[in-house]
């Protein structure tokens, strides 16, 4: 077992069974074996995960004009902030910076900010986005208009699992098996509130899931954007309402089982674009589409073409095969979805119909 698992086993010897959003928490972000804080470099080929921004530049540039027009049609504000949560090697936001700033004015108008838990990935960002400010928590982001991209940063924060059991749920925890090795559990049947209208849509043993520290983000951003403006691009693996067990874990490119080595591999898990939806009520949403859908409209087959033109031999070939990984709907295109918040007033960030 990996040094994390069998701090965590001990924890279980002691205190009892392990709630899901604990385990994952201690997996990813634990100060000194969690995933994010010690892995050099999780994302690229060398790693265990690529995500959009580091399979082609149209992904971050699509999303910067898509943003700038937002920060345009919101009146061009002064004093902005440009935020991403869990920028990961920074190179979303050196694609957005690069593109935005075509847009006249943009570039002066906005200060870059960076919410990260890893110390490693923050140096990695620095290196591209020097004038960047760093966050630990979304709550520090500084006030005024909030122009907000997460790419593949909700589906890393810790979810709790729930069987339906009769009119209440039984919570997916993690035991210690007579070995000492780390195995799922369940513990007594008990209401949750926050699950209470999900009685109407499951049956007896389905399983739900709840991302708690997801809708307390949403909530803050949602509030910010209604009341100072703003927009937000959310970007990630999931779908509309939570049904089924989704939680994943990732090493060398191949899935893993989850409880195999506890910090040294990737966990995450399907987001609930509509859970995000709600909870950033007053903000309004836009409609969740497909990634594919959102970069076709945005031009990414345009953009394609105008860099492939440019190119010869292997490279162009490069661009056709990453225009068909971020868009097509057997690659990231139909999995990840795309959904937007903007204040009352204010039309959906472009690429999201409202
Ligand atoms: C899957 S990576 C995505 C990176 C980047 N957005 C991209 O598309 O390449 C997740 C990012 O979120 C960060 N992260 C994960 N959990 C976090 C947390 N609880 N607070 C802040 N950052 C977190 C990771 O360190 C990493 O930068």
């Given at each position: ?25 201690l997996c990813l972000t634990d100060p000194e074996h969690g995933y994010y804080t010690t892995h050099t470099d ?263 073409q105008a860099l492939a033109a440019r190119a010869e031999g292997e490279a162009r070939e490069a661009i056709v ?34």
């Open positions: 077992m990996s040094p994390l698992g069998r701090k965590i086993a001990a924890r279980i010897e002691q205190d009892g069974p392990m709630r899901l959003d604990t385990f994952m928490a999780p994302i690229g080929l060398q790693g265990d995960f690529v995500t959009g921004p580091e399979i082609s530049q149209m992904f971050g540039e699509l999303m910067g004009l898509s943003l700038a027009s937002c920060w345009a049609e919101q009146g061009t504000p002064n004093g902005a902030i440009l935020a991403e949560l869990g920028p990961g090697r920074g190179t979303l936001m050196s694609d957005v910076l690069r593109a935005a700033s075509k847009v006249p004015g943009f570039r002066d108008a906005v200060s870059v900010h960076f919410v990260e838990a890893s110390p490693r990935l923050r140096a990695e960002q620095a290196r591209k986005v020097p004038d960047a400010t760093w966050h630990d928590t979304p709550d520090s982001l500084p006030d005024g208009p909030l122009f907000l991209l997460a790419n593949e940063f909700f589906d890393a924060l810790p979810i709790r699992q729930f069987v339906r059991t009769g009119g209440s749920w039984r919570e997916r925890v993690i035991s210690r098996d007579a070995s000492g090795g780390l195995v799922p559990d369940l513990a007594d049947p008990a209401p949750v509130r926050a699950l209470a209208w999900r009685l109407a849509d499951t049956a007896e043993g389905d399983i739900v899931e709840l991302c708690e520290p997801a809708l307390e983000i949403t909530a803050m951003l949602g509030a910010r954007i209604a009341t100072a403006g703003g927009a937000a691009l959310i970007v990630d693996y999931g779908g509309w309402r939570s049904y089924g067990d989704t939680v994943q874990a990732m090493s060398r490119h191949e899935y893993v089982d989850v409880f195999s080595a506890p910090g040294q591999i990737d966990l995450t898990a399907h987001v609930d674009f509509e859970a995000l939806a709600r909870a950033a009520v007053p903000a309004r949403h836009s409609r969740m589409e497909t990634q594919g859908v959102f970069l076709e409209r945005l031009g990414v087959t345009q953009r394609a095969t990453q225009h068909h990984r971020l868009t097509h709907p057997d690659e990231m295109g139909q999995l990840f979805k795309v959904l937007g918040l903007f204040p009352e007033g204010a039309s959906p960030p472009p690429g999201l119909e409202p």
